[in-house]
């Protein structure tokens, strides 16, 4: 039965915090493959990974508004290049090929001036000898109910059939950025050289071949899944549906995001006396509850309670999925090489 967006399916992700390193292979996977080469998309990451607690990109996005409320849509802050952190240059010419290599430094010559894309990475919060931080994949949350669709003036945006993923017909798009004041993650880009909003399409063409999103199979750390939520073999649905220890961000901003999350377990504090506090949590619980929403409690002990089960040596599903033994399970049906088809 189709969902009232349209949609038949709804593909998802699902990002485990206690794996992700924080390598940035998946930001530059995905830049390389879709806007690398493309003027005016310089300061377009899709795919970002920012440190948690922190400012992330665009700067402040958390509090720029945007997505429902009530369930009557919102729009927020439109952000600006200068906040997601655009691309800049560097005097390379000079330094390296103008014969001024003991004269001159390396130093940006154009491009952002108060901010970039990871400008913030591992400051975290928490104060020595209790500091904390963890990392935080962003991308295109493909909304089952996206406030982008609903404010756009055209059908330009809109929710694909098959994949519930949030596609955009360039074609048709206006450039009034009406969506990105309407996405309350704040992960759709305007392109100022062809005036034209753009964002993550979860990789479609590579979907459409039964290949995964690269941020998904380049993932070093096996920290990313990817899957229809309505396929009971896939470890998203188990993730998400059966143990319900993958969690969405922010849920409180209303679109039903499909990017999900299983939240990141805590060190034990040190005491003065440099002992461990084993019934504290060095990152603040409701620090994670802000971004998670308040089932992430039991999320939490219902990975802790399975992680002290295979320590004991016993069986846990759970911890075999997340310890993710077999890469090619984190890709669900989409897992044909992409090295095996002549892409057109």
Wanted: charged fraction near 25%; charge should be negative; proline fraction near 6%.
């Amino acid at each position: 039965m189709a969902t009232r967006n349209g949609s038949k399916r709804q593909l998802a992700w699902v990002f485990d915090l206690n794996k992700c390193i924080g390598c940035q292979t998946c930001s530059v996977a995905c830049k390389v493959l879709w806007t690398q080469e493309e003027k005016g998309a310089e300061h377009e990451w899709w795919m970002t990974v920012n440190t948690a607690p922190g400012r992330g990109t665009p700067k402040d996005w958390e509090g720029m508004g945007g997505g429902y409320e009530g369930g009557k849509l919102k729009l927020g802050h439109k952000p600006t290049a200068e906040e997601f952190g655009s691309g800049w240059t560097y005097n390379y010419d000079e330094v390296l090929r103008g014969g001024h290599g003991r004269s001159k430094h390396l130093e940006k010559v154009s491009g952002s001036k108060s901010w970039g894309m990871n400008w913030d990475e591992d400051e975290g919060g928490g104060e020595f000898p209790n500091a904390y931080f963890f990392y935080l994949p962003r991308l295109c949350n493909h909304c089952t109910d996206p406030p982008c669709v609903e404010s756009c003036p055209t059908t330009a945006l809109f929710k694909e059939e098959g994949s519930g993923l949030v596609l955009r017909n360039e074609d048709e798009c206006q450039g009034n950025e009406r969506c990105a004041q309407a996405c309350p993650y704040k992960k759709i880009y305007f392109n100022e050289a062809r005036g034209i909003s753009q964002h993550c399409i979860g990789c479609f063409p590579r979907l459409e071949q039964g290949v995964a999103p690269a941020c998904v199979r380049q993932c070093p750390g096996r920290a990313a899944f990817v899957g229809f939520l309505d396929d009971e073999g896939s470890s998203v649905h188990k993730l998400v549906e059966k143990w319900k220890v993958a969690l969405p961000l922010h849920p409180e901003f209303g679109t039903k995001p499909n990017v999900y999350y299983v939240p990141p377990l805590s060190p034990a504090p040190l005491r003065e006396d440099g002992s461990f506090d084993e019934g504290g949590a060095r990152i603040p619980p409701s620090y994670l509850e802000e971004l998670f929403g308040a089932k992430v409690h039991g999320a939490l002990d219902v990975v802790r309670t399975e992680l002290e089960k295979k320590r004991r040596g016993q069986d846990s599903e759970l911890m075999d999925a997340l310890i993710l033994y077999r890469w090619k399970d984190a890709l669900g049906h989409l897992d044909r090489d992409p090295g095996e088809i002549v892409w057109s």
